[in-house]
């Protein structure tokens, strides 16, 4: 699977953007997808994820409340919609998709088998 993640870009804090991400070369219905984020000089970090059935859904908790994730399967597509934005949300966005047998949620970097290049948010205060 090849991910192509767009949509960030430079909004104010309290602002909204949404990230979307386009998959090719196979389907995603038995793919669990998901974002992790890397902010300047610190570790990536998981930001949420929902499994290939859309049953389970996980967020941070530093995005919990704030930030949405959902797919369309039909379109091949991932989307974030990020509300009420902050400046610590400043990174850069990793689209992933995790092919395990079983519709998960993991955490881990290491369970994601397919990353896309990174689309960059910056939140200014």
């Known amino acids: 699977v090849q991910l192509q993640a767009s949509g960030g870009g430079l909004v104010q804090a309290g602002g909204s953007l949404r990230l979307s991400c386009a998959a090719s070369?196979?389907?995603?219905?038995?793919?669990?997808m998901g974002w992790f984020r890397q902010a300047p000089g610190k570790d990536l970090e998981f930001v949420a994820g929902?499994?290939?059935?859309?049953?389970?859904?996980r967020y941070a908790d530093s995005v919990k409340g704030r930030f949405t994730i959902y797919r369309d399967n039909a379109k091949n597509t991932l989307n974030l919609q990020m509300n009420s934005l902050k400046p610590e949300d400043t990174a850069v966005y990793y689209c992933?998709?995790?092919?395990?047998?079983?519709?998960?949620?993991?955490?881990?970097?290491?369970?994601?088998?397919?990353w896309g290049q990174g689309t960059e948010v910056t939140v200014s205060s």
């Open positions: 992933v998709g995790d092919a395990g047998r079983v519709p998960r949620v993991e955490s881990e970097r290491h369970e994601y088998d397919y």
């Open positions: 070369g196979r389907t995603i219905r038995s793919v669990n």
């Open positions: 929902i499994s290939w059935s859309g049953g389970t859904i």
